[in-house]
């Protein structure tokens, strides 16, 4: 890069920040792991939800959510999941050559003292994999399918409650319920 094009590249990245400094946005994780997101996080619980995906689900949440610390449980996070594994790609022999696995989840972020649901909606993912004539390659690749499924369900979990947090924060700052 020419030192002509870097000069021109941090005079436009000066521009763009001060154009959007009146804007109002705001970093979600203002002030890192001290900040209103990352505490609301910490304070968020998480109970068991059932199954192998269940399992996993709720230990990629618990990660995220308690990575700035640990603090006394404010909020409860239920999660109900729907794991699905359907075979696609028929063969002329009526075996399946391909498969899709879909990982939904619906979840609540639950106020634990007034039992108000501050939260409630759903997100998923797919993934396909292809079905090999190794029944081990297969079923090692289905659940390679589901960790990495948990892993994304679980961060679009965490984004969306971080910003339930944030709006929950500038309500009590605003001093309404």
Not at 69 to 91: I, M, N, Q
């Amino acid at each position: 890069m020419t030192r002509a094009r870097r000069a021109l590249a941090i005079a436009a990245a000066a521009l763009l920040g001060l154009a959007t400094t009146g804007c109002g946005l705001q970093p979600l994780y203002d002030n890192g792991g001290h900040g209103v997101a990352a505490h609301g996080l910490a304070a968020v619980e998480v109970p068991a939800i059932p199954g192998k995906s269940g399992w996993l689900m709720r230990n990629a949440l618990v990660d995220r959510l308690h990575a700035g610390g640990d603090a006394s449980p404010l909020y409860r996070l239920d999660v109900t999941l729907d794991d699905k594994l359907e075979g696609l790609g028929l063969l002329s022999n009526n075996t399946v050559e391909r498969e899709r696995r879909t990982l939904r989840a619906r979840y609540q972020l639950v106020d634990i003292a007034s039992g108000r649901v501050l939260l409630d909606a759903s997100t998923g993912w797919d993934a396909g994999l292809d079905v090999t004539s190794s029944e081990y390659a297969t079923v090692a690749a289905e659940n390679t399918a589901l960790e990495n499924l948990v892993q994304i369900v679980a961060d679009h979990i965490v984004t969306r409650v971080s910003l339930q947090m944030r709006v929950e924060a500038h309500a009590r700052q605003a001093g309404q319920p």
